[in-house]
């Protein structure tokens, strides 16, 4: 099967609890990392959270800083191969630290996490502008 068409791409990738996030360092070394996430129309949202890091120092968020180029992967896998499917979102990130631009991101991950409706994150967060979305699935979108 060919590429998948945008909507149905964005679609499923709306669908899955968590994605991988594609940053690129100072040194040129890739850097990935699972988070929650949000989806609003070409926009994707991800926070930092309340869950324990080593440090706020984040190695993702200094990438974005520099390279503002990310990508972000989800995918199905399974034991039956033709339900597998993968979605790209490419895009420009920034990350945002001003309270009152990041509430309504934040707001979006609440609804989406039942984990954050007693535990708000506190951000900052990071605005990824899909330019691209692109896509792969064994079997086609409507099976």
Same mark, same amino acid.
């Given at each position: 099967?060919?590429?998948?068409?945008?909507?149905?791409?964005?679609?499923?990738?709306?669908?899955?609890?968590?994605?991988?996030?594609?940053?690129?360092?100072?040194?040129?070394?890739?850097?990935?990392?699972?988070?929650?996430?949000?989806?609003?129309?070409?926009?994707?949202?991800?926070?930092?959270?309340?869950?324990?890091?080593?440090?706020?120092?984040?190695?993702?968020?200094?990438?974005?800083?520099?390279?503002?180029?990310?990508?972000?992967? =989800?995918?199905?896998?399974?034991?039956?191969?033709?339900?597998?499917?993968?979605?790209? =979102? /490419?895009?420009?990130?920034?990350?945002?630290? /001003?309270?009152?631009?990041? =509430?309504?991101?934040?707001?979006?991950?609440?609804?989406?996490?039942?984990?954050?409706?007693?535990?708000?994150?506190?951000?900052?967060?990071?605005?990824?502008?899909?330019?691209?979305?692109?896509? !792969?699935? !064994?079997?086609?979108?409507?099976?």
């Amino acid at each position: 099967m060919p590429g998948l068409p945008e909507d149905v791409a964005r679609a499923r990738f709306a669908s899955v609890p968590v994605v991988r996030l594609a940053t690129v360092g100072d040194d040129g070394r890739p850097h990935i990392v699972p988070t929650t996430f949000a989806v609003d129309g070409d926009r994707v949202y991800a926070a930092v959270d309340h869950k324990p890091k080593r440090t706020g120092d984040l190695k993702r968020l200094r990438n974005i800083e520099g390279e503002p180029r990310v990508a972000l992967l =989800a995918d199905h896998y399974g034991g039956d191969w033709e339900r597998l499917w993968w979605v790209r =979102a /490419d895009g420009i990130a920034r990350v945002v630290g /001003d309270p009152d631009e990041a =509430a309504r991101p934040i707001d979006l991950l609440v609804r989406r996490y039942r984990q954050y409706e007693g535990h708000r994150p506190e951000g900052p967060v990071i605005s990824v502008l899909v330019e691209r979305w692109s896509g !792969w699935a !064994w079997s086609p979108p409507d099976a």
